[in-house]
Nanobody, 120 residues
Framework: QVQLVESGGGLVQTGGSLRLSCAAS????????MGWYRQVPGKQRDLVAV???????VYADSVKGRFTISRDNAKNTVYLQMKSLKPEDTAVYYC??????????????WGQGTQVTVSS
């Protein structure tokens, strides 16, 4: 099992910045993708940004140019630098990791979520 612990959420004004961190621990064999999703009440959980182990990235259109994902494979940690925050960025942000298992399958893991609130 892999545990993901997020930190860095909070309350910020429009135009402000926050940095989220997510550290993976537990039985780690090889983590491939790591990323961030977000969810508001009553809506589905949406992709924000993901980074492969090799460094390729995918961003949601709504955050391109404002958010930057990075990771430290040695520390099994992923970060999300968020700038120029808008009220519509308000959500619970969840860390996600996809690990390759010993038999070649992939398992998905989620953090507990961290609240990001952007005031207008």
């Amino acid at each position: 099992q892999v545990q993901l612990v997020e930190s860095g959420g909070g309350l910020v004004q429009t135009g402000g910045s926050l940095r989220l961190s997510c550290a993976a621990s537990g039985t780690i064999f090889r983590i491939n993708d790591m990323g961030w999703y977000r969810q508001v009440p009553g809506k589905q959980r949406d992709l924000v940004a993901v980074m492969t182990r090799g460094g390729s990235t995918v961003y949601a259109d709504s955050v391109k140019g404002r958010f930057t994902i990075s990771r430290d494979n040695a520390k099994n940690t992923v970060y999300l630098q968020m700038k120029s925050l808008k009220p519509e960025d308000t959500a619970v942000y969840y860390c996600h990791a996809r690990q390759m298992t010993m038999n070649g399958n992939e398992d998905d893991y989620w953090g507990q979520g961290t609240q990001v609130t952007v005031s207008s």
